[in-house]
């Protein structure tokens, strides 16, 4: 009980701790993604606007410096005003460099005169603009060409006009304010996070807990029916999985209930059998016992009748004692190649004088010649076993007829007989060896009623397969279908 409810136990806190892992996962995930996302997206969007804005500032300088010729002469105070407003305003640095790669202009005045040769200034001066943005370092890079437009004369026409690269605007632009933006959002993100974290810890316990209890009331159950309290179904309809399982246990609670049955039916039919024999020995020797001098045909007659209890006695635990022998494993078979049809015809020999004594026509039919590798006793026992009952359980000039036919991979042995037949709600248990299909057949006939049992255990060992049809005062019919090569299959 102890073992049982440690096991259920660890088996619901591991389910439980599953169920929790889940919802929290599922729940924690999206939220830590979607903070990345959104500073990621911010990060991006503001640079892109502070590069644009950056941008459409140099473009108006840079038709400036083209007007006041400041590539030409530095002097010029308004732009230099402007190129200091500039680099303070967006707290960067601004540098004029002409056609010749020569800085003109450093709002730092610290690289005038100095050549700069780069590939973005080089790809400027052929008219191309280029942005770069340096996160780890906090800045945005970028070129604008200083352009001037030249007009040719076209005789008769409108003017050609011309834009021509003078020189180019190297400019840096720090980003301190998007970086100290974006900590402020992301601790603002962490707290919503811890907040999101906390919410979804408790929703996964609740959940987890909600989810468990289905499967708490199938253990329980499961332990009331283990410990003997209950053997009621259960019902447990909250999810289509409990259900399922709920289900599932019913179908095997119920097959062990009409085993458990059938068990003590044995018992009790196989008591009987035992005792009966016994009692009727008793009464005989008793009553021989009481009687003085008792004369030799009646002596005779009561030995004769004592005799025939003791083989009926021997019968019943011979038939045990083969029962017992069926479970064994596949290993105890002694194969060997028997000719089939040869085997089936010393059997219908041995068999015929009960069947003449009942006046029942045996029929043989062979096919065609079979042999197959299988265990000849227990071959032998199956189809005596089928035989013997459709003798048995046969009608008064009645027939059973026995056909023997094979294929590449099988071989068939049909019993067919025009007997009482079997009911239809009896079919499916003729093979349980606890199971009795008319009560009132076992006085009238004799045998055990383990014949059946013995059968398809046989059958089974040599994997093959028994099937019945039957139709309650018509007949029956036995097919036997067994492999004609013997595989052995290890464990």
């Known amino acids: 009980m102890h073992k049982w409810n440690f096991k259920k136990l660890k088996f619901l806190r591991s389910l439980k701790l599953r169920l929790f892992l889940i919802v929290f996962i599922v729940g924690f995930i999206p939220c830590i993604f979607m903070r990345y ?6 990060e991006h969007r503001a640079v892109s606007v502070r590069t644009s804005d950056v941008q459409t500032q140099l473009r108006i300088l840079s038709n400036h410096l083209i007007a006041y010729r400041y590539l030409q002469d530095t002097s010029s105070e308004v732009i230099n005003a402007e190129l200091n407003q500039l680099s303070n305003l967006y707290d960067g640095r601004v540098l004029i460099i002409n056609n010749d790669l020569k800085v003109v202009k450093d709002t730092y005045a610290i690289s005038e005169g100095r050549t700069i040769v780069s590939e973005e200034v080089i790809r400027c001066l052929k008219g191309e603009n280029t942005s770069r943005y340096d996160a780890e370092n906090g800045y945005i890079e970028m070129t604008i060409p200083i352009t001037e437009t030249v007009a040719m004369e076209n005789p008769g026409k409108e003017p050609w006009q011309f834009d021509i690269v003078r020189g180019v605007m190297l400019t840096s632009v720090s980003t301190d304010n998007v970086r100290v933006t974006m900590e402020i ?58 259900e399922h399982i709920g289900d599932a246990f019913n179908q095997v609670l119920g097959r062990m209930k009409v085993l458990d049955d059938s068990r003590q039916e044995f018992v009790s039919n196989v008591s009987h059998e035992l005792k009966t024999p016994i009692t009727s020995i008793k009464v005989l020797a008793d009553s021989l016992r009481a009687q003085e001098d008792v004369p030799v045909e009646i002596y005779r007659e009561f030995m004769e009748d004592i005799a025939a209890e003791i083989d009926r006695e021997n019968e019943i635990i011979n038939d045990l004692l083969a029962l017992i022998k069926m479970d064994r494993a596949a290993s105890d078979l002694n194969i060997a190649q028997v000719d ?37 006793i227990k071959i032998t026992i199956v189809i005596t076993n089928l035989i013997e009952n459709a003798i048995k359980y046969n009608k008064e000039h009645g027939w059973v007829k026995v056909t023997v036919d094979a294929d590449h991979q ?9 007997g009482i037949g079997i009911p239809s709600d009896s079919v499916e248990h003729v093979f349980e060896r606890f199971y009795r299909v008319d009560k009132s057949h076992s006085k009238e006939i004799e045998g055990t009623g383990l014949g059946l049992s013995i059968t398809r255990s046989a059958v089974l060992m040599h994997r093959g397969t028994i099937r019945v049809v039957s ?6 019919t036995f097919t036997v279908k067994i492999p004609l090569t013997y595989i052995a299959v290890t464990s």
């Open 340 to 376: 089939i049809n040869t085997m089936v015809e010393m059997i219908m020999r041995r068999l015929r004088p009960i069947a003449i004594k009942r006046d029942i026509e045996l029929v043989y039919e062979s096919i065609r010649p079979v042999t197959a590798a299988v265990d000849e």
């Open 410 to 418: 099988f071989f068939t042995v049909e019993v067919a007989d025009s």
């Open 185 to 242: 959002l992301s601790r603002q993100a962490l707290v919503v996070e811890v907040i999101v974290i906390i919410v979804v810890f408790l929703v996964a316990i609740v959940l987890s807990n909600v989810l468990i209890k289905p499967f708490e009331k199938i253990t329980d159950a499961l332990s009331q029916v283990k410990e003997g309290y209950k053997n009621d179904p259960i019902f447990v309809p909250d999810y289509l999985e409990t």
């Open 471 to 476: 139709e309650e005062g018509e007949g029956t």
């Open 37 to 42: 996302a959104i500073l990621e997206n911010y």
